[in-house]
């Protein structure tokens, strides 16, 4: 029979509280065993409350002989709940090489990704992770010490996503009490005594001298991550009203003068950056090149941003392909990535109407030698625009008719042979032109 009802009541009004997946049938849960006290009481818990629950068990090998100890322990301990038990092995040193990250991140990645693996395997609700009020506590200094935002103070949140949480609203202390109570074996984590980890360091060295100035650290820091949860909705609330007037996320432009026009532009402008992977001293700098000149440009690891005339201009690295090069045949129509070349050819009579549409192009068939040849501009390009004796350099045309950067890189060129006859969507070549002695015209349009 299991004991601690009080720690089982709060655990389920808190479940309730937080709107996680409740106890049926229908909603079984990942939970994340380790062996230690947190996970074995998080497992055992969830089981007694009636959830159907598969032990997910990460052998990490970073301890030898004890990693392998862990991974016996939790999988007998499941088979003693008659929990589905599944493992996986991991070599977490050839992550951390071939990621250049440190120790903790590499096992945190390799693990959740896992585990929604295994989520997704078994049509599971949620993938439960025992961490408690103290590891809360614990990231709200560590972020500190780091440098971070309100919602970097705010500790970790119940809810992430497919991620609950269960035993936040529990101390170390009641989750002990709960073990003891309820007789419950577990396995202990040598280096959890060492301070080679940075949280580690935070636990066993930074909460007890805290602890020394204010007896009741714990209490004022959940108190303070209380406040600032509150504070974040406030926050919150104001950004997303900020974002709806600056940034547009259907053409992915910021503008500048309605950025600058916020209360707190180079915070509205992190807020908007973060989500594509810009961070830290990076913000700073694109913050600053608001009173540069335009063409500056900065890089994630997904993302470009140009700093244009008035707005950002973000781009996914991945679509960026100037190399791109197809041949357009005579006939039919040609199929690109969102796009579609479609040719046909008519006779020239008096009672045909050439119409005005930036997606046709009308040309003398016969000055053109097929196929046709589609691909990016290149510097040194030039063409004679429609209506014009001399040639052009593209460049010069651009900065013209005040193309933007990212313009340059979308627009595409039609030649025939050596010779560019359409800036698709904005200008032919005179040279290609219908005339009086045109007999067959070559209709071209193009639609995305």
């Known amino acids: 029979m299991v004991r601690s009802k009080d720690f089982l009541q709060n655990l389920a009004s808190f479940i309730q509280k937080e709107e996680m997946p409740t106890p049926n049938p229908n909603n079984t849960l990942v939970v994340g065993l380790s062996g230690g006290i947190d996970s074995v009481v998080l497992l055992h818990s969830l089981v007694y409350l009636g959830y159907p629950c598969i032990a997910a068990h990460c052998n990490f090998h970073l301890r030898t002989e004890e990693s392998n100890r862990d991974a016996f322990f ?4 499941a088979a003693s709940l008659k929990v589905p038990f599944v493992s996986i092995d991991f070599d977490t040193m050839a992550h951390v090489k071939a990621e250049g990250i440190s ?6 990645d390799l693990r959740y990704k896992w585990f929604e693996e295994i989520r997704q395997e078994y049509s599971a609700k949620a993938i439960a992770i025992a961490h408690h009020r103290e590891d809360s506590a614990e990231t709200f200094v560590l972020n500190l010490s780091r440098g971070t935002g309100i919602r970097g103070l705010t500790g970790i949140k119940p809810i992430n996503g497919h991620i609950i949480r269960p035993l936040l609203c529990m101390s170390k202390k009641e989750i002990i009490n709960y073990a003891h109570d309820n007789a419950l074996e577990y396995v202990s984590d040598s280096t959890n005594l060492q301070d080679i980890y940075t949280r580690n360091k935070i636990r066993l060295h930074i909460m007890p001298l ?4 204010n007896p009741s650290v714990q209490d004022a820091i959940y108190r303070t991550m209380d406040n600032l949860q509150k504070v974040q909705i406030v926050y919150d609330f104001a950004i997303s009203q900020a974002k709806k007037n600056v940034f547009d996320e259907q053409k992915d432009t910021i503008s500048i003068k309605k950025l600058r026009s916020f209360i707190s532009p180079e915070t ?3 807020e908007i950056l973060q989500n594509y992977g810009f961070a830290g001293n990076q913000l700073k700098e694109i913050y600053a090149s608001l009173d540069g000149y335009s063409g500056k440009l900065f890089y994630s690891k997904t993302h470009r941003l140009v700093k244009d005339r008035d707005f950002l201009l973000l781009t996914k690295i991945d679509t960026q392909n100037n190399a791109e090069s197809y041949w357009i045949p005579a006939e039919g129509s040609k199929l690109l990535t969102g796009a579609r070349f479609k040719i046909d050819f008519v006779d020239n009579t008096p009672e045909l109407e050439i119409e005005k549409n930036k997606a046709l192009a009308y040309f003398d068939a016969d000055s053109l030698n097929f196929p046709l ?3 990016r501009w290149e510097q040194g390009d030039k063409f004679r ?5 001399g040639f052009q350099k593209l460049s010069d045309y651009f900065n013209n008719n005040k193309f933007s950067k990212l313009d340059k890189e979308k627009i595409w060129i039609l030649a025939s042979g050596e010779a560019i006859i359409w800036l698709v969507g904005h200008r032919t070549d005179d040279r290609f032109r219908v005339n009086t002695s045109t007999k067959k015209l070559c209709i071209i349009s193009f639609s995305e």
């Open 385 to 389: 625009p429609f209506g014009m004796k």
């Open 74 to 77: 939790a999988k007998k301990y």
């Open 373 to 375: 040849h589609l691909r």
């Open 210 to 213: 805290l602890s020394e100035i």
């Open 103 to 108: 120790i903790e991140m590499a096992a945190r």
């Open 268 to 270: 509205l402008l992190y």
